[in-house]
């Protein structure tokens, strides 16, 4: 199965760009990298997903190595209303079946 | 409306007691899930609805058993729990399976506690 690393937990000072590391050294070359996020007391929100090349959307950049065994979810300008868990989700391979990867605590320092 | 709605928000129940969680939707989606999530973990998949039929079983134990009685509704029936059951229950959503997994709208969970 596809599996993930992350870091357990990250801080951020408001308004500086966040960089989130996830490790997939396992990905198959045809896995979307998914990455959502959870607010506290909350369920979890669809934040960005991604291929092979870099993506951009509203909330977020994603940007993936080229080898695609590693990616990292950038938001540009952190505010206190993203601190949250991130998570990165691939697919376990064979199946339909998305496994979430054990997450990041994202703090937002005033 | 993108929502996913979830009653109730908190459960209290004894090892005893028969209850259930209620998720519904209005997006028009085909396929619901169960996923349960203990504390400072991630969520795991339980159960896969699609077109109103089960299509996954994560091998949970049979004193969970879901049931989708229309396109909308998703229940999970709870009986004879254990306290290691407590965790958040979430439900989600999304317009068909199999899909990419982006599609996936989340509720807001019932919170559950087994005494």
């Known amino acids: ?110 | 409306d993108t929502e996913v709605t979830q009653t109730p928000k908190h459960l209290v129940m004894g090892m005893t007691n028969k209850k259930s969680l209620k998720c519904e939707q209005h997006m028009g989606h085909r396929a619901m899930y169960w996923y349960k999530q203990k504390a400072k973990k991630p969520p795991e998949l339980m159960f896969v609805y699609s077109y109103e039929k089960l299509s996954i079983n994560e091998s949970v134990p049979s004193r969970f058993s879901p049931e989708c009685p229309n396109s909308s509704l998703l229940n999970l029936h709870l009986h004879a729990l254990q306290p290691e059951d407590s965790a958040l229950y979430l439900c989600a959503s999304s317009q068909e399976t199999p899909v990419s997994f982006y599609e996936q709208y989340f509720g807001p969970g019932t919170r559950l506690t087994v005494t």
């Open chain 1, 1 to 110: 199965d596809a599996k993930t690393t992350q870091p357990n937990s990250m801080e951020s000072n408001e308004e500086e760009p966040v960089h989130l590391p996830c490790n997939h050294s396992t990905i198959s070359g045809t896995d979307y990298i998914h990455w959502y996020r959870q607010l506290p007391s909350q369920g979890p929100e669809y934040v960005i997903h991604g291929l092979t090349s870099n993506v951009n959307n509203r909330m977020a950049s994603l940007a993936i190595a080229e080898d695609r065994k590693s990616s990292t979810l950038i938001l540009h300008r952190a505010t206190l209303r993203d601190a949250a868990v991130y998570y990165c989700i691939l697919r376990a391979s064979g199946t339909y079946k998305y496994i979430f990867g054990t997450g990041t605590r994202l703090k937002v320092l005033a």
